[in-house]
């Protein structure tokens, strides 16, 4: 009966929430309406959803461990699902998903596949077994499952070191999503904005610890889905009479289509890819005089600047080439590289524009072969790290029993769904609107969203239109936008009022910080539980326990912040080398240890190890960010993609080296046998 009337309870709160956050939304329309500044409007949404996290934070506030650490396993299956969605659907499902489907059209749907097919094997393998476990961490859990003649120790540093590398190369994706808003909404630079948004951060999973972050997230997925439904419902009403954008989808993508084949065979697109052609050849060329062409364009720049500083031309003409000179490479090797780089991409934009509903667009059999072998190893890791990131996996924690955990898988695929069903319908319906409305207009006349996004982040503009055959109409080749802000500028494209780009806004701060908090929180408890508790001082009181974890989150949280704020990559490619670290370092332990009785220690040290090495050392050997090349790549696999080595060496590894050594002892049986049981 408590239960129920806890459930009652909370449905009661959350249905107030969803009310008094539409009734604020719509208090805000009639402002704008009304004549309040548009600056204003994005500060009230920033500054009230903000508050309005701390605040449930702050009534959450806890030093009990069991509650600190598991949300003292109370979570109702429904809300359990609702805030697990929260910390799942992150600034890359948010932010970045609808715009990989609109750059990539069906190559994007890997994420989808991948993500949602997780799930069913969490919820088959793993889910249940944790919750029947019933501790605080995953490297709680395998140290128990996997003892032997080792200290159990050695079994739990491997996986506290594996928790942490992925959680922490995900977090920074989370904070560099939070400094994108942020400084959108805010005006103020784009580390200072990383800063702030942290702050909302630290006052949920610092005061509170999982039972803080658990109410946060589920107040965090409704302002979410709220804000992702809106533009998109617009945007389908506006292109197709159709409310509902899944069912839009089919006619919008029809649309599309045809637009596209017109952009194909236009001769004006031609013309422009011609140029971006001999642009290439040009670094080609280049290429092949290094190191003189290096010499010859830093002096010929040299000269242009003193050349316009003496016949006193205008300030913005020295300014421009005084910068030109600034981002010149520094060196012949730099020039090698960037030049590499420019003339890949300028192919790339000379290419005819591939159809969205094409598979697997290639020059040749070969290309697309390659294409198709990526998509599908990016399914495979995408699968097995969901199965396997602990932030999402300690949520099965917080279930009063182990029929609520498998309940709450459901509901968190169910919630999922509700926003991963809609994502292809944005791609699409804004993929047109841009097709339609942007391409072909007037230079003179280029509409205000396009300059406000390429003056956030001048160095590297996340929108760019440039005249390159100067007949001052814009063409579809002359565009790039980057992938993280086809959603955030969706209703400036759409031409709907600014607040509902405040409500977008707010929205993907919403998915940042609901998984920036799960993240923070597993990297600490795993600190503090695992490391300082189970290793360093065993005495520790669960007071002290629970303030060391603080401090601990503190401490990750700013050293996150810090490696945010230098820009280490896009989104997605941050999240895609999180999964394939954790499919390959932790998914071969935690699903073996399950259905194979015969897994041991010595086979579960092997498999980690051999598992995340094989990972780390493909990525770092064939991405050009972490010193690598392309040209080292097995089978043509992708660097995101390499859990598909790393998760069958994982799994070799625990296979052999099991079958090699002794079985486990009775006590470790004892333990999968009750694990096993209902």
Known sequence: MNTKSFLRRLMRYYV??????????????????????????GYVFMFCTIVMYAIIGVISRTSNMLEYYVAGRRVPAFFNGMATAADWISAASFI??????????????????????????LALLIAPYLRKFGQYTIPDYLSAR????????????????????????????????????????????????????????????????????????????????????????????????????PIAYGSAIAKLSEREKVLIDDPKEKEVRAIFNLYADDLGDKLKMLPESWENGRAEIQHNLEALKLGNAPLLEIKQTGRELATYP????????????????????????????????GDSEAA????????MALVFCLMLGTAALPHVLVRYYTTPSVKEARDSVFWTIFFIMALYITIPALAVLVKYDIYTSLVGSDFSKLPEWVSYWANIDKLHPLVAINDVNRDGIVQLAEIVMDVDIVVLATPEIAGLPYVI?????????????????????????????????KTVDP????????????????MVALVAAYIASLKPGDILSLVGAAFSLAASALFPAL???????????????????????????????????????????????APISAGVFGVPAGMLAIVIVSLLTPAPDQRTEALIKDLRTP
């Not at 946060?216 to 409704?222: E, F, H, S």
């Not at 960037?338 to 667009?361: C, G, L, V, Y």
């Not at 697309?368 to 998509?375: A, G, H, L, P």
């Not at 940042?512 to 695992?530: F, P, Y």
């Open 368 to 375: 697309s072969d390659i294409k198709r072998n990526n998509f």
């Open 591 to 637: 699903a073996l240890g399950a259905i194979w009785k015969r897994a041991n220690q010595e086979g579960a040290i092997a498999g980690m190890l051999i598992g995340f090495g094989v990972c780390a050392f493909y990525m770092l050997h064939t991405h050009p960010t972490l010193g690598g090349t392309p040209a080292a790549q097995w089978f043509h696999i």
């Open 16 to 41: 107030l929430f969803t009310i008094g956050f539409v009734l604020f939304l719509f208090a805000l329309a009639i402002l704008e309406h009304e004549g309040f500044p548009r600056v204003w409007i």
């Open 501 to 533: 780009s405040g409500l977008i806004a707010a929205g993907g701060l919403a998915a940042a910080l609901s998984t920036a908090d799960g993240l923070l929180l597993t990297i600490s408890n795993a600190l503090s539980h695992d490391v300082y508790y």
């Open 146 to 245: 996997y003892t032997g003649r080792y200290s159990d120790n050695v079994v739990r540093i491997i996986a506290v070191v594996a928790t942490i590398i992925v959680s922490f190369t995900y977090v920074v994706a989370q904070i560099y999503g939070v400094g994108l808003i942020t400084s959108r909404f805010t005006g103020v630079d784009f580390s200072v904005g990383i800063f702030l948004g942290l702050a909302s951060i630290l006052v949920c999973s610092f005061l509170g610890g999982m039972r803080a972050v658990t109410w946060t997230q589920v107040a965090q997925y409704i302002i979410l889905i709220i804000a992702y439904m809106i533009p998109v419902v617009w945007l389908s009403i506006k292109h197709t009479n159709i409310p509902v954008p």
């Open 330 to 361: 520094k060196d012949a090797e730099d020039a090698e590289r960037r030049w590499i780089e420019e003339r890949a991409a300028n192919r790339e934009r000379a290419k005819p524009p591939t159809q969205h509903t094409d598979p697997f667009p």
């Open 96 to 121: 970045s998903l609808a715009g990989g489907l609109y750059l990539w059209g069906f190559d994007g749907l890997a994420y989808l596949m991948g993500w949602t097919g997780g799930f069913v094997l």
């Open 539 to 554: 005495t520790a009181t669960t007071q002290k326990r629970v303030t060391v974890s603080k401090l601990l989150l503190l």
